[in-house]
């Protein structure tokens, strides 16, 4: 069992950080189009590259909880919880890294991405392997805030607040008017 969820988790990481890395050029590839707006990068802020973790991921989630949700009955909660340590990792390691260094780096921008990934997984396994997070109401916090995260992100792409984490370094733009 430990076994199988190990590689249910490697093949998320995975794939999360293969589609990730394709959705940061979905919304150019299209041609600006709206639809692919709302799950892809469209521009260089902080909060689009969470958008590329969150979606892959969110997807991963839901063809992972068919397959594992009866072996693990605690897989929304857990997944609510590893999702969000993945996305705070994503602003703390790039303001931390581009604080110390005054500039930011291409690969490690790359690698500030690959490494909440990682770190989401890594959360994710554990948890679901001790059975942390068992109680049905977790669950239902869990999903919701999943579908809650979702929103937030098809949201602030068309309406962002006017602060740092949503804006274009290269531009000084907020969202899809970048």
Not at 16 to 32: I, P
Not at 56 to 77: D, E, R
Not at 89 to 96: A, E, H, Q, S, V
Request: proline fraction near 4%; glycine fraction near 8%.
């Amino acid at each position: 069992m430990r076994k199988r969820l190990f590689f249910w988790e490697l093949g998320g990481f995975l794939f999360t950080g293969l589609a990730g890395t394709l959705l940061h050029f979905v919304y150019e590839w299209s041609g600006g189009s709206v639809w692919t707006a709302a799950f892809s990068a469209v521009n260089e802020s902080t909060w689009e590259h969470m958008k590329l973790l969150f979606f892959p991921l969110f997807l991963c989630s839901v063809i992972q909880v068919c397959a594992l949700g009866k072996t693990y009955p605690n897989f929304p909660a857990v997944r609510a919880v590893s999702t969000l340590a993945g996305l705070a990792l994503i602003p703390i390691l790039y303001y931390t890294y581009t604080g110390v260094l005054g500039r930011h780096l291409l690969w490690a921008d790359i690698a500030v991405f690959f490494l909440a990934d990682l770190g989401a997984f890594w959360l994710d396994f554990c948890l679901l392997r001790r059975g942390r997070l068992s109680e049905p109401w977790q669950q239902v916090v869990g999903l919701a805030v999943l579908w809650a995260l979702a929103f937030c992100f098809v949201w602030c792409t068309f309406r962002p607040p006017h602060i740092a984490l949503w804006q274009d370094p290269a531009t000084g733009l907020y969202g899809i008017s970048a």
